[in-house]
Each structure stands twice: as structure tokens, then as C-alpha cells.
């Protein structure tokens, strides 16, 4: 079965640029979840989507916005890109069927360079 | 203070060691724990999830939970260098949407 995909898989951008990331999802999984890592750190949580819906969000400015698709993938749109938002960005897919506990899997994530 | 501690590393031991991996966290409310494996520029992969306190084992790895003190431990019996990579502790509250990553201890296992 086909894990968690991302695309791109690297992108390079300036700064005041405007970024699109797109996730796909474990087939049966409702539940979308995006993080950033930045070099030498763990994940950081930005956004949890389910059934369309916003369910959680981390403390990121409003830069960051997300949206979830009715085939359950969803896109991470990040505005006005400045240099600290250079990372690693994960996707995490989970069921959503049994609450807000559900295991999550990982994506390869896509690797966002800032310039 | 981080809501959850790890010691960076990095760490290099020799193949056949026994690994201890650990965390230290701050919220007692946190229910769920997970150990994460994660390979140079790639996705984080599952390794463990435990909700209670105590030992759970799988092959080569068991976790370890202590609520009382709020220690979480990964343990590597028989080391091998594809164990080679970086080791995410992570715990989540129940009813919350969000995983808390501790920053990741990178761990090399010498042939």
C-alpha cells in the first residue's frame, strides 16, 4: 500500500515569494496533519485537518494557511516566504476514526529552501 | 522551558551495544508516547507507541514509560549501523491535535 506522498520533493524560493505544498494521504485516512522541522529540530505542529475542517493549529503566523481537499489531500500555502521558513515541511496522515489519538504516519515531507 | 527534553547527541556507539535513548517531559496531562526513527532528509518512521506506564517490547527495541517522573526511554538491544539515524520522542495529549516532538537525539552505530 502507498504511504504518505508529498510533492514537491525539494523547492527553492526568494524571499516574498509565495509557496504551495501538497499531501496525500494513507488511502481510508480522514485526518491531514502538517509540521515544519527545521534543521537540528524535532517537528512543530502547524495545522490538523479533518473532513475539510480545521481541528488544530500550532502558533504560526497567518502566513500559513491550509485546506483539505474532498479526496482527503490537502495543500500547505505559506505567503510572503522570509529566510526562517526554510525547513522541512511534514505531512502526517491518520485515520480520524477512532478520535484525536490516532496514530500518525509521516511523509517524506518537502524540503523548502529560502533565499 | 521545552515541553519535552532530548538530549541531542550526537551519540556513536559501537555495533552490538545496548542503545539508551531518553526524554524528559513537563505536562502530566501528556497520555500517549511515540519514538520516531528518522533517516537523513527523510519522513520520520514509526517505532513505538505506548500509552501507559511500563515496558512494551518489539524485536530489538523496547520503550519504557515512567509517568511518576515523566521519563520516557527507547532501549536498542543488538545495535546495528542501519540503526544509524535520528530518534524523535514525541507525546501527545488525549484530545489534542498535536504531536509535541522532543528535538531529537542523532545516534550513529559503528561497524
Known amino acids: 500500500d502507498a504511504g504518505v506522498t508529498q510533492s514537491p520533493t525539494h523547492l527553492i524560493k526568494t524571499r516574498g515569494q509565495q509557496v504551495t505544498l501538497r499531501c496525500s494521504p494513507i488511502?481510508?485516512?480522514?485526518?491531514v496533519s502538517w509540521y515544519q522541522q527545521v534543521l537540528g529540530q524535532g517537528p512543530q505542529f502547524i495545522f490538523q485537518?479533518?473532513?475539510?475542517?480545521?481541528?488544530g493549529r500550532g502558533n504560526f503566523p497567518d502566513r500559513f494557511s491550509a485546506r483539505q481537499f474532498p479526496n482527503y489531500s490537502s495543500e500547505l500555502n505559506v505567503n510572503a516566504l522570509l529566510l526562517g521558513d526554510s525547513a522541512l515541511y511534514l505531512c502526517?496522515?491518520?485515520?480520524?476514526?477512532?478520535?484525536?489519538?490516532?496514530?500518525?504516519?509521516f511523509g517524506p515531507g518537502t524540503r523548502l529552501t529560502v533565499l | 522551558q521545552k515541553e519535552v527534553e532530548q538530549d541531542p547527541g550526537p551519540l556513536s556507539v559501537p555495533e552490538g551495544a545496548i542503545v539508551s535513548l531518553n526524554c524528559t517531559y513537563s505536562?502530566?496531562?501528556?497520555?500517549?508516547f511515540m519514538w520516531y526513527r528518522q533517516y537523513s532528509r527523510k519522513g520520520p518512521e514509526l517505532l513505538m507507541y505506548?500509552?501507559?506506564?511500563g515496558n512494551k517490547e518489539d524485536g530489538r527495541f523496547t520503550a519504557q514509560v515512567d509517568k511518576s517522573s515523566k521519563y520516557i526511554s527507547l532501549f536498542i538491544r543488538d545495535s546495528q549501523p542501519s540503526d544509524s539515524a535520528t530518534y524523535l520522542c514525541?507525546?501527545?495529549?488525549?484530545?489534542?491535535?498535536?504531536?509535541?516532538f522532543g528535538q531529537g537525539t542523532r545516534l550513529t552505530i559503528n561497524p
Open positions: 502526517a496522515s491518520s485515520s480520524g476514526t477512532s478520535g484525536y489519538t490516532d496514530t500518525q504516519y
Open positions: 488511502s481510508g485516512h480522514k485526518s
Open positions: 485537518y479533518y473532513e475539510k475542517e480545521e481541528r
Open positions: 505536562n502530566s496531562a501528556f497520555q500517549y
Open positions: 505506548t500509552y501507559s506506564s
Open positions: 514525541a507525546t501527545i495529549i488525549q484530545g489534542a491535535q498535536k504531536l509535541v
